[in-house]
């Protein structure tokens, strides 16, 4: 059956090349997101990259226009915590992220160490304080210890920005990778649990649920692989060359999230 817009909601929104590039917030956001209150549904933002926290994200948009509190996202970082704790709760983790990602692991009640010699368990995310001890533990930790746990917030190749991309999680794990020859469990989307957490939260069904982003890859695939009805928006990164070969077909395809406004009217 043919999924509408016509019941959703609660509408997932990926952040970067969706509502904003960069620093530069598009121009038909903040009427995107009242038109959602004003008719009843409710939004989140469901973003991959684990470079910031919560609190970071909340300064970011206030600084772009919009208001936002915590109960407002659902990040691949707090599925991390979430997988974590289901899977390695009493870990002392070796987080390759930034101290924001860190800082965030220790307010779940994680021990975060950079002491390789006790170490149960490799977190990678989007690293933008990379070193090359970073990547050289961790490298270290996968060989000597070919069975530990090794855990990816995200397995995005790129992250937009106002000039293009800089280099994302999935990339620095295909460094990892080319060295050691190991792939980390990845969390974030196109997993299913972070749409999947988002409706427990809210109480929402898949029919009631739309996922909206700029990767086929990442956002549609995970909207896809929860049942919800996903919407592709070519305001990112996915080029109609991409689209066209990509297996898995959105929904919806739109120019941009604005062209949402008269569908949610309606």
């Not at 533990?137 to 991309?165: H, Q, R, W």
């Not at 990442?218 to 996903?230: E, F, L, Q, Y």
């Not at 109609?240 to 949402?260: C, I, Q, R, T």
Request: net charge negative; aromatic share 10%.
């Amino acid at each position: 059956m043919e999924k509408t817009l016509e019941n959703v909601k609660l509408f997932l929104f990926d952040m970067d090349g969706t509502l904003y590039l960069g620093n530069i917030l598009y121009d038909f956001t903040i009427e995107l997101l009242n038109t959602i209150k004003e008719t009843g549904g409710r939004y989140l933002f469901m973003t991959n990259n684990s470079s910031k926290s919560v609190d970071a994200y909340i300064e970011k948009l206030e600084k772009l226009g919009i208001k936002a509190d915590k109960d407002d996202f659902i990040t691949s970082s707090q599925a991390t915590s979430y997988y974590l704790k289901n899977h390695h709760k009493n870990a002392t983790l070796y987080v390759c992220g930034t101290q924001s990602l860190k800082d965030e692991f220790i307010s779940e009640g994680f021990k975060v160490s950079e002491n390789i010699d006790e170490i149960d368990c490799i977190v990678m995310g989007n690293d933008t304080e990379l070193t090359f001890k970073k990547l050289w533990d961790v490298s270290y930790l996968l060989t000597v210890k070919p069975d530990m746990p090794y855990i990816a917030t995200n397995i995005d190749y790129v992250c937009p920005t106002e000039f293009g991309f800089v280099p994302d999680c999935g990339s620095f794990c295909d460094m990892i990778f080319n060295a050691t020859g190991k792939r980390p469990v990845f969390i974030g989307k196109p997993e299913a649990l972070m749409p999947q957490l988002a409706m427990a939260m809210t109480g929402y069904s898949k029919e009631q649920t739309a996922v909206i982003g700029d990767r086929i890859y990442t956002d549609i695939k995970s909207g896809i692989n929860a049942g919800t009805v996903t919407v592709l928006v070519m305001s990112g990164e996915t080029t109609y060359e991409v689209l066209e070969k990509s297996e898995d077909k959105p929904d919806f395809v739109l120019e941009n999230a604005g062209l949402m406004i008269p569908m949610i009217k309606e």
